[in-house]
């Protein structure tokens, strides 16, 4: 067995069996951080190529440094060349970021075939997560509200906005007798229910509720 795995030798540090161990390990903890990103996330849309992407960071990640290791002339020219790359992809949700960096680090650690440490780690930082979104999930979420109504229903509007939390206008439109308004509040699952409210009252036309995470820039 030994002259086997001998005659499959990679390199001089690096085996067969060393490269299917990272591998491994690297995807199990790929698989572990998605499985945390997908439970803790709290956005609109969620974007199952991102989860995907985390997968293989991980494991990319952590062949690289495997060989990086392994060879310091080689190391030191991807250094170099990693150096100019640049990555153009926009990551709205700054949690986003910290899920890469998280997926980056695993990787680096199993390159490196601290395994035991890469997978200590990753069971904290994943119980930290999901206490943290149980945190940001009993809070009230950011909403954006979108009123359009005649003029006449103004006073019946703002009689209902009052039991709403108080909000920031971030859009007002007027025009022929008709208001268009953007407010950004933080309610709960009491104020969603006042928003049927909105449809008793004569002359106004629309009134929704939008969650978002940020990202709308008005």
Known sequence: ???ILQAFALSDQITLMMVIATLLVSFVLGIFIYFIYKRSYLGVLFQK??????????MVSSVLIMVLSSNITLSLGTIGSLAIVRFRTAVKDPMDTVFMFWALAAGVITGAQLY???IIASVVLGIFMIILSMVRSRSNMPYIMVLKFQDEAKADVQEILRRFPQGKLKNKTVSRGV??????????DKEIALMDR???IPGVYDAALISYTGDIVA
Do not use: K
């Open 179 to 188: 208001i268009e308004m953007t407010i950004e509040m933080s309610v709960g």
């Open 49 to 58: 190529s991102y989860g995907v992407a985390l997968i293989m960071i991980t």
């Open 198 to 200: 909105f449809a008793d």
């Open 1 to 3: 067995m030994a002259e």
């Open 116 to 118: 035991t440490v890469a």
